[in-house]
């Protein structure tokens, strides 16, 4: 299935490699995308300040279950205690992102993250129009496709 994101990423978006930094599967395990230190594609105008995480699954009517949500709070932590995300980030749902008009993360997950300590209804943190260098991600994106 990652394999699928990144084929879509770059054979139909013509982007140099899958869009996220990592993808969740329900198994627990956490895929490398472009990972920490490499800017990702996931959400135009939030990308050079974010992370972008991707849960496998559709997430409209259900939750993704135990072992990816503490997969995700695991990858976030790990972020937090190497000092590649700031301890105070701000957790937004991909579908609050300015440029975005996607449902994602799904309704459930959506209503799941909005209880998580991190998440933040204010998605403006000081957007600006941005190409696509390669930056240090500071914020995170929380999604799903």
């Not at 135009?44 to 300040?49: D, K, L, M, Q």
């Not at 205690?81 to 994602?104: D, F, M, P, V």
């Not at 799904?106 to 933040?120: L, P, R, V």
Request: hydrophobic content about 30%; some cysteine.
């Amino acid at each position: 299935m990652v394999r699928n994101y990144q084929d879509f990423h770059m054979d139909k978006r013509g982007w140099n490699d899958i869009g996220y930094n990592y993808v969740v599967g329900e198994d627990g395990n956490i895929y490398e995308g472009r990972g920490w230190d490499t800017m990702g594609a996931h959400a135009p105008t939030y990308n050079s300040r974010s992370v972008g995480i991707c849960v496998i699954r559709d997430f409209s009517n259900r939750l993704p279950n135990e072992v990816a949500l503490n997969a995700v709070k695991d990858l976030i932590q790990c972020g937090v205690s190497t000092n590649k995300l700031k301890e105070g980030y701000k957790l937004i749902g991909h579908r609050q992102s300015a440029a975005s008009s996607t449902k994602c993360p799904g309704d459930a997950f959506y209503e799941e993250i909005t209880q998580w300590s991190h998440w933040t209804p204010d998605a403006s943190f000081d957007t600006e129009e941005e190409q696509q260098p390669e930056q240090k991600p500071e914020e995170i994106v929380e999604e799903e496709d």
